[in-house]
Structure formats: C-alpha cells, structure tokens
C-alpha cells in the first residue's frame, strides 16, 4: 500500500518541486540532444578505452591515445574498431555539368531523365528539373513547393548522379528525429541511405560511420543538433567528399520566420568551415518573401528566390471554416454529414495534447457506429486514436503504422504528426481551433489530396478568439524584458585585461570592428547599424567564455532556447559580437589518490595543469591537496589553446606505460567534467555606451519579434474568421467554393507580400484584440489580486513579467507551471487581458510594495 507523506513548509516544497521539474526538463533534453545529461564522468565509462556500453573486462582493446578525449559532449564519436580500408578519394567533387557562357544552365541531359526513371518517375514536376540542374551543377538554390510536390527528389537525383561518377556523400539535415529511420527506409533501393541522431545508441552511431568512411552510403541525414552539437560528424578528411548538403525545412534558418531555430544557424556554419561544402539545397514548403530572402542570404544564394511557383494550397483541396458555439457537437454533425460520413483516413488537429485524448474517446464513443465505411475497399478497423509527443514512441508508430496501412480512421493529433508523412490518400484535415499561423495551416491542409482527388478541409474557429489567447501565451513565453537582455550582456561581455593596453588614441574612438563582417541583407543591415553604431577599434580580440547553460537560465528566470537565440542575433550582427561555438562541458575536477605530490607530478607532464596550477596557487599558498577544480574554457583562454587539446591532455593523465613492457595501465587519477555551457568567444573591451547598444539592439529585437508573432496572430485569425459560416450548418453537405478560394487567395497573398509592413503597434494601442476584454473594466480586481499574490510571497523576488506570466499561466524556469500552476486562485485568472496591460499594473504595484 502507498502511504502518506506530508511535508510541512511551502516555501521548502516549492524549491524541492521546481528543482524536480528542472531536473525532469534536463534529462529530457539529453534524450532528445544529446546534451542536458547529468555529470558525464569517467567513472560510468570502460577503464580501458572509455567507452560506455561495457566494462574494461569486456574491453575489445585498450584505448588510443585519439581516444582518450571521449569525455564530455564533443567527443561522442571514437573509432574503436578497425576501420575498414578507405578507397582514395578526391578531396572535393565538382560540379557534374558546367554553365553556359553567360551562365545559363546546361540542356538536360539524357542521363538524367534516365535517373529520374530509375527513380520511378516519368516526368520531372513543376520545379524539379531546374533545381535538380542547379545543384548538378553546383549551384546553391533555396526551393520553395507546397507539400506534396515531389522536394526529396530534388536531393535524391542530384544524390545518386554524384554518387555514380565518384564516391562522394550527399548530407541531408532534416529536424524529423522521429521519421528519420522511416525516411531512410523509404528512399529508392538505388541510393544507399544512413541516418545520425541523438536517438541512436554509441554503437550504431560508429556502425554508421564506418559505412560511411568505407563510401558505402550516398545520403546521410542528420538531424541540426547531431552535426553541430554532441559528437558531431568525424572531421572532413575522415569522410568521403560532400557532393552537397541539403537542408529541409530550410525556413527554419530565418529569423523572421514562424519557426526560427537557432541551431539551423551553425549548420550552414559547420557545413561549410568543417566539412568544406560550397553547394547548399535548401527545401520548404512555408516561407514568405522575407523569410526565404533571409534564407537564401544564409545559404549564399544569388538570386531572389522564386515564389511563383504552384500556389500554396491545391486547387483539389476544399477549405471552409465555422465559428460554432459547441465545437464538440459541430465536429460530430460535421463528420456525420454528408460531405465528410464516406471519407475513411482523416487528421483532426488540436492545439492541445488533453483534447486529442477527449477527442479521440469522444469520436470512438459516439461515431463507431454511425460510420459508413467508404468505396475505398480497405475499411479500417478502429475509428480513432490520439497522437501527440507526450505519447511514448512505441506508441506514436503504433497509430501512426495503423494509420498509414489504413486500419485507422481518424487520427486527433497535435501537429507533432504528419511532418514528413507521404500517405496520398489522406482525405480530410480537420483544425479544432485556430492554427498558430498560416504557414502551419498551409502545411497542415497539405497533408490530405497528395493523390490529386478532392479532399476536404474544415476549421472550427472559436467564435470569441479563446483559442487566440492560448496561442498568445506561447508568444509571451518567448519573450523577455530588458533586465534579463542587460544581466545576459554582462555575463557575456565581462570587462577583461586587454583593455589596459588600448593605445589612448584607440581609446577615443577610431571607427571600425577589426573582425570580419558577415554579409547581412542590405536593408537589415542599415536598420541595425542604426541601431548600433560601429566601435572603437578593439584592442581585445575576443576570449573563450563559457555560460553554465542551468546557473544562466536560472539567474536569467529564460529558457536555454530564448537565450541560444539571442546570442545568435549578436553573432549574426553587422558587427558579429561575438562568435558561436559548440556547448561544452566547462567544469573540470582532477583527483589524484596519490596526494599532492602526484598532482605536482602529473604538472610536469601536464602543461594545461601545470598553468591550472600556478593560476590556482596565489590563493592557496602552500597548501598542498589532492584533487583540483577549474574552468576549463577560462584556462583555454588563457592559455591560447584548443579546448579538445586540453582536454585530451588532461584525459591522458589517467594513463600511463608500465615502464618495463610498454603496457598501457591506469594511473588511478580521475577526471571528471561537468556543467553544460554556452561556449563562445567574445571581446572584453567593450565601452558601456557599447553595452548599452547590445542592450537596446537585443531588447529591440525580442520586442519586434514578439509584436510581429502577435501581429501574425491577429491577421491569421482575421482572414480565417473573414470566411467563417457562424455555424458548420452550410459545410455538411458540400463545400462553398466560393469562400474556399477567397481563403486560398489570401493565404496566396501572405506568401507572396513582403511581410513587416503591418502596424506594429501592441495589442493595446488599438483597443483590446479579439478574445480580450478592456483593462478598465479589471483594473482594481487585478491590482487588488497582484498585491495579494504578492504579499503572500514576500520571500520570492518577482519581476513584473513574472507576475503577468503567472496570471496568464505561462510558466518560466523559475516560476514552472508545476509548482505556481497549483495556486488556482492566480494561475491563468487574467488570460482575457492583454499581457502588456498585466506587466503595466503588475510595476506599479511592486514599485508601491517596494517604497
Ligand atoms: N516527378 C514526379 N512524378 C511523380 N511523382 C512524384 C514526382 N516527384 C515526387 N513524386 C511523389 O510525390 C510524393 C510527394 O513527394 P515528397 O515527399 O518529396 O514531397 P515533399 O514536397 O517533400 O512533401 P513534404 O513537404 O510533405 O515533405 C511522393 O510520393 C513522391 O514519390
């Protein structure tokens, strides 16, 4: 039986909670990436050659001396086995065709129609050929075709021609961790396909590798975070030439886009200074002007991308849209009309994973008998069935298989199902409630009609916007204030020595950064050097830092995602302020049971110890011990070495020779390395008015960021309420065209338009938005709940974000939903008011409380 435990104390058990959900949060992340683990120590590892997956008595062979830095998340990938022979290969591979004079494309030639058929196509669709020339001859494209309209084979013919003059790899980064295996599977038994994932155990990992190293695979995908954070690819030398490297998704570069992952960021980065590719294909389904002009920027595309390619929704898709009081209800009558009773492989879309569940039970309770099975023939056997991520990955290829093989009618999901999913006869796409944009609608309605045959569509539009509340805390949540950007700058920034030496000349203000300027869209960059006036010269050209990614994202109450993003924008800026480099692991504790004088000793042999030492000593003169604590990335800097060096020194102090036989013995020392960092390299010269820069460039940033995600809001849930029926009545029998292609016409629009033009004014200057209500009418039970909310913390220091977060239920990593969820007397009171309004009131209560 289970007993009982009461704990006594709130604020103890506050503490103890959050630090479970951060620790629950933490291992996640190092499931998915690789990273976010516990302490990595050498003691989970083989004594012999540590590696993980046995103990030194199973050891195949003691360790190389390449082997000995396999600690922390760098250096996932030894090469413990014999590697088999490498054929000679060229260094890089060239272009299979060459340009015309004046830089046309080359005719298509025979060979490549040839492939195509080999492929299992008989004609190339809109687009393909042209991209598919482009890359054969080794030029960058960024394309952009809705869903469905044949993008892999843009990689996978260009892939398998390369591969058929010389030995070479073609990379595919793709973010669908969970559909890559499927994917592999699903390429053409002519291309030979392997996949590198944070999923993948050490050993299947180097199993790939040496497939690779031995040139027996043409396409490896990746997914972002496996190329440029743990482990990483083997350097360049080790592999067989890049033919070109493909980026799917690729909208996810911009950051201007719906979707903007940092990481996307190093990818080109890594591609192209590590693993030396010139050739970049970039593939999306969802990108507006800008984003794909930012993207093309990225991946050195010349031209301006061409959007004029077929219009984002096909014309076999029928769209409609209502506004019903009762959705549960409409969306049984809706299914159970004419229109939608036949059609037998259905997606539901909702916003929230609680409702795939009530959905899916409420689908198999009330529809299982009135279903009529369809003409398809294949009648599925189980009605429906939830999917979203919180579900266990057995269990998502579960209903996902059931659904693909048609034993399955409806799946209610979250948008976490359907990327990358190739069923052609998905026959309708149900949204319950708003979509987040229009590029996920877009992206969504695509997965249904591939076949070419009609397909229908419907969205339930919550008549007073309550589903765009929800939708706003996810904006909000990004979002931070000006406090956090300047204590991020200081931790980025600190002022160090090289300052002294700053010729006084130098010091007034001679104009222009001494490091290199990235090439940044012309329009941008003037807006930002605007914003950020150019320097003093520097004296300081950089130092190594590292962040602890846990104390920053404490100290700062932002999650790691929002803080990666800023860094990005000060890397990314005309005056590149600081430089990116991969997490690591920064906190180093050597041990040496032999005392002190076995510390001093291993100095001798040791240099990064050695300096580790003297840099220690001022502050304990005299005192000798057995075991030493340090930073490691403030000892790289200082010493002017490469990180990986220094560790690999420090990693072979646990190793040496049996003087008389030459054999390989532990010395007993363990190392051990901990603390997940930001690593970067920043300068220390930095003037306050420069500081001050960063801050307002920063500050401006998250807030234009977060008035055009609520701007974009706003307009996807105007246009989609412009075509609403009040009810779903008109919809249940056929749908109106009509309407459809006025829906389909301004989705067209907002693809084509250059974006940002729109007012960017707050939701407050122009009244309350839909699904809010006027501040006037709450503002004294507001302020009256923010002081009771306060005084019943008075040990906790909020900001006034934080209390505006708790009354819109938005959780942080200091305030988690886990623990300030469970006051329901606050949590979520005021989602109907705008956010800014909370932030407003919230200040001047705290400034009240303080005086
Ligand atoms: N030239 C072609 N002729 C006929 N069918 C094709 C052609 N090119 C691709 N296809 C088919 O079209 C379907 C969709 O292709 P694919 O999955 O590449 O689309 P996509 O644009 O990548 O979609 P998504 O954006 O959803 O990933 C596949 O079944 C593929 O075999």
Sequence with gaps: MKQKHYVRGRALRSRLLRKQAWKQKWRKKGECFGGGGATVTTKESCFLNEQFDHWAAQCPRPASEEDTDAVGPEPLVPSPQPVPEVPSLDPTVLPLYSLGPSGQLAETPAEVFQALEQLGHQAFRPGQERAVMRILSGISTLLVLPTGAGKSLCYQLPALLYSRRSPCLTLVVSPLLSLMDDQVSGLPPCLKAACIHSGMTRKQRESVLQKIRAAQVHVLMLTPEALVGAGGLPPAAQLPPVAFACIDEAHCLSQWSHNFRPCYLRVCKVLRERMGVHCFLGLTATATRRTASDVAQHLAVAEEPDLHGPAPVPTNLHLSVSMDRDTDQALLTLLQGKRFQNLDSIIIYCNRREDTERIAALLRTCLHAAWVPGSGGRAPKTTAEAYHAGMCSRERRRVQ???????????????????????????????????????????????????????????????????????????????????????????????????????????????????????????????????????????????????????????????????????????????????????????????????????????????????????????????????????????????????????????????????????????????????????????????????????????????????????????????????????????????????????????????????????????????????????????????????????????????????????????????????????????????????????????????????
């Excluded at 659904?403 to 976490?416: D, I, K, P, S």
């Excluded at 050209?541 to 800023?566: K, N, S």
Aim: net charge negative.
């Design 401 to 851: 298989r059931a659904f693909m093989q048609g034993q399955l009618r409806v799946v209610v999901a979250t948008v976490a199902f359907g990327m990358g999913l190739d069923r052609p006869d998905v026959r309708a796409v149900l949204h319950l409630g708003l979509p987040p944009s229009f590029e996920s609608y877009v992206q969504a309605v695509g997965r249904a009609g591939r076949d070419g045959q009609p397909a229908h569509c419907h969205l339930f539009l919550q008549p007073q916007g309550e589903d765009l509340r929800e939708l706003r805390r996810h904006v909000h949540a990004d979002s931070t204030d000006f406090l956090a950007v300047k204590r991020l700058v200081q931790r980025v920034f600190p002022a160090c020595t090289c300052t002294c030496t700053r010729p006084p000349s130098e010091q007034e203000g001679a104009v222009g950064g001494e490091r290199p300027v990235p090439k940044y869209p012309p329009q941008e960059a003037e807006q930002l050097s605007h914003q950020a006036a150019p320097g003093p010269r520097r004296v300081c050209m950089g130092h190594e830092r590292a962040l602890p990614i846990q104390l920053t994202v404490q100290a700062l109450d932002m999650p790691e995602e929002a803080i990666e993003t800023l860094l990005c924008y000060l890397e990314l800026h005309p005056h590149h302020w600081l430089e990116l480099l991969a997490t690591t692991y920064t906190h180093c504790r050597l041990n040496c049971p032999g005392g002190p004088a076995q510390l001093q000793a291993l100095a001798h042999r040791c240099p990064p110890l050695a300096v580790c030492l003297a840099q220690q000593l001022p502050e304990d003169p005299g005192q000798g011990s057995s075991s030493v604590e340090f930073d490691m990335v403030k000892l790289v800097d200082s010493m002017g070495w490469e990180l990986a060096s220094v560790r690999r020194a420090l990693c072979q102090l646990q190793w040496d020779h049996e003087p008389r036989t030459g054999v390989r013995r532990g010395t007993g020392v363990l190392v051990e390395f901990s603390e997940l960092a930001f690593h970067l390299r920043s300068p220390g010269d930095l003037t306050a008015e420069e500081k001050d820069q960063i801050c307002d460039f920063l500050y401006g940033r998250v807030q234009a960021r977060e008035r055009q995600a609520l701007a974009r809001l706003r307009r996807t849930f105007q246009a989609f309420h412009s075509v609403a029926f009040p009810s779903c009545g008109p919809c249940l029998e056929q749908q109106d065209e009509e309407r459809s292609t006025r829906l389909k016409d301004l989705l067209g629009r907002y693809f084509e338009e250059e974006e940002g033009q729109e007012p960017g004014g707050m939701e407050d200057a122009q009244g309350p938005e839909p699904g809010q209500a006027r501040l006037q009418d709450w503002e004294d039970q507001v302020r009256c709940d923010i002081r009771q909310f306060l005084s019943l913390r008075p040990e906790e220091k909020f900001s006034s974000r934080a209390v505006a977060r708790i009354f819109h239920g938005i959780g942080s990593p200091c305030y988690p939903a886990q623990v300030y969820g469970q006051d329901r007397r606050f949590w979520r009171k005021y989602l109907h008011l705008s956010f800014h309004a909370l932030v407003g009131l919230a200040t001047e209560e705290l400034l009240q409380v303080a005086r």
